[in-house]
């Protein structure tokens, strides 16, 4: 597609259970990002990946939060064991990754996560 | 650590106003510098970036943001607002060196009165 996509646009779980929130690069782009826009903590960055690189999970909250990126595109954040806390807009982002140029970072729509 | 502030939470404006949102940022290395837009429903969009050269730069809808080195700032701009300007902003920098991650100022809320 043109654009970066997420799936679902929407998930409302309970406490307690496992989500997992995908996200669809802009094809080509190297570099996946995801990110979490909350009400009163704005937008904080969670995990990074470049390329084959391992990835920057400096932004990860907790342990319960994990990542992967299969074969360089697709991504799956997974949250296990949500709290209420992790409500919020998770957001995903890529980039061409290559030169100066690449740092701009093309954003999805989000998925937006209520846990009961 | 490294932070972005943005001056102002909320701003209201009536229209054909002039704009001018504040950005300060706390890195002395190269930075990237952006201004992103949230459209009430809508997803981030970039209004304009700042990598390097002319310290003005132009962006969509008739935005502007000026880069001053000296004072860590990259404030945006527009002489003058549309209803349709209403929306969320969010300033952002990338450090480069360390990765590409974005490192977002808190938003500011603007709204245009018809």
């Known amino acids: 597609g043109a654009g970066v996509s997420q799936s679902p646009s929407n998930k409302v779980t309970e406490k307690g259970k496992d989500v997992e929130l995908r996200c669809d690069p802009i094809?080509?782009?190297?570099?996946l990002y995801w990110y979490r826009q909350s009400l009163g903590q704005g937008l904080e960055f969670l995990i990074y990946?470049?390329?084959?690189?391992?990835?920057?999970k400096s932004g990860l909250p907790s342990d319960r939060f994990s990542a992967e990126r299969t074969g360089g595109s697709v991504s799956t954040l997974t949250i296990q064991r949500t709290q209420q806390e992790d409500s919020a807009v998770y957001l995903c982002?890529?980039?061409?990754?290559?030169?100066?140029?690449?740092?701009?970072?093309?954003f999805g729509p989000g998925t937006r996560l209520t846990v009961l | 650590a490294q932070s972005v502030s943005q001056h102002n939470h909320h701003v209201i404006l009536s229209e054909a106003a002039s704009l001018e949102l504040g950005c300060n940022y706390s890195?002395?290395?190269?930075?990237?510098l952006f201004w992103y837009v949230q459209y009430p429903g809508q997803h981030l969009q970039l209004l304009l970036k700042?990598?390097?050269?002319?310290?003005l730069v132009k962006g969509i809808k008739g935005f502007e943001a000026e880069f001053i080195k000296s004072k860590f700032s990259f404030n945006l701009r527009k002489p003058s607002v549309q209803w349709s300007d209403t929306a969320e902003y969010f300033c952002?920098?990338?450090?480069?060196?360390?990765?590409?991650?974005?490192?977002f100022g808190q938003g500011t809320e603007l709204s245009v009165k018809p």
């Open positions: 982002a890529s980039s061409s990754g290559q030169g100066a140029m690449g740092n701009e970072q093309f």
């Open positions: 094809s080509g782009h190297t570099a």
């Open positions: 990946f470049q390329g084959n690189s391992a990835p920057d």
């Open positions: 890195y002395g290395g190269t930075v990237n």
């Open positions: 700042y990598f390097s050269g002319d310290p």
């Open positions: 952002a920098v990338i450090l480069y060196n360390q990765g590409g991650k974005l490192i």
